[in-house]
């Protein structure tokens, strides 16, 4: 019986030192940030995700990288202290389509698998329509007669 209740006392002893340390919680729902239908006239395609320090340690960001060229994301670079709050911003350069994209975030935070978390943009840029000056020209003379 003592075997097994030491086998137990340890157990719960190294998951309780598992969750002391950094750890990163997004505001975000899913740590997805959603776009909607934007075109880039009216739109500079920066958005930023919030996040929080809710372990006992400083949380550092070491690395945010995007799947593409097409979004470039920047990352804090100084230590988030326990309970405070961060951001990541990410630039989206708007080319007209389909928003999904996925930005990979490097930390030292114990609560996610490896210290990574991924963080996901959707949306879809759409162009502007713009009506042709002959148009708007020819319904001027078609309304007149």
Do not use: H, W
Not at 10 to 18: H, K, W, Y
Not at 91 to 96: A, F, G, L, R, S
């Amino acid at each position: 019986m003592k075997p097994i209740l030491f086998a137990a006392m340890l157990f719960i002893s190294s998951m309780l030192s598992a969750q002391n340390g950094p750890k990163i919680v997004f505001k975000d729902k899913d740590n997805t940030l959603d776009y909607g239908t934007v075109t880039k006239e009216t739109d500079n395609g920066e958005r930023i995700f919030e996040f929080t320090n809710t372990g006992d340690q400083p949380l550092i960001i070491k690395n945010v990288q995007s799947t593409c060229g097409c979004t470039v994301p920047s990352k804090p670079e100084q230590p988030i202290m326990p309970g405070k709050t961060g951001e990541i911003k990410v630039k989206y350069n708007m080319n007209p389509g389909p928003i999904r994209k996925t930005i990979t975030v490097e930390t030292n935070a114990v609560n996610v698998e490896g210290g990574m978390v991924a963080l996901k943009i959707k949306g879809e840029v759409i162009v502007k329509n713009e009506p042709n000056p002959l148009e708007k020209k020819t319904n001027l003379l078609m309304n007149k007669s």
